[in-house]
């Protein structure tokens, strides 16, 4: 089975920065989208930011100017740059990819989306 496995969340000052990271591992044949979204408590989990296997970005308004998403050389990871971050960015950032698995006879299985199982960021002084 697929795992995301996130790393680099943490305590940061208001202004400060932090670089998330995230790793899938499996049997895996592509990875069409890897993205990030966030939830605070008592309220539902929203997008942050997607990345297509193309290169294609979409972020949402709340973050566009000051994060930025990319993938990394092995294409099974994918980074979250935070900068000029606010005490409203705080909230648990959990990894999302939507992944084709091969299966015993190495071919393509359907698409499915996975998730990891979050990093805490707080923005606080």
């Known amino acids: 089975q697929v795992q995301l496995v996130e790393s680099g969340g943490g305590l940061v000052q208001p202004g400060g920065s932090l670089r998330l990271s995230c790793a899938a591992s499996?049997?895996?044949?592509?990875?069409?989208?890897m993205g990030w979204y966030r939830q605070t408590p008592g309220k539902q989990r929203e997008l942050v930011a997607t990345?297509?296997?193309?290169?294609?970005?979409n972020y949402a308004d709340s973050v566009k100017g000051r994060f930025t998403i990319s993938r990394g050389n092995a294409k099974n990871t994918v980074y979250l740059q935070m900068n000029s971050l606010k005490p409203e960015d705080t909230a648990v950032y959990y990894c999302n990819a939507r992944i084709i698995l091969l299966g015993e006879s190495f071919e393509p299985r359907d698409e499915s989306t996975y998730w990891g199982r979050g990093t805490q960021v707080t923005v606080s002084s």
């Open positions: 990345i297509t296997s193309g290169g294609s970005t």
């Open positions: 499996g049997r895996i044949f592509s990875i069409n989208v």
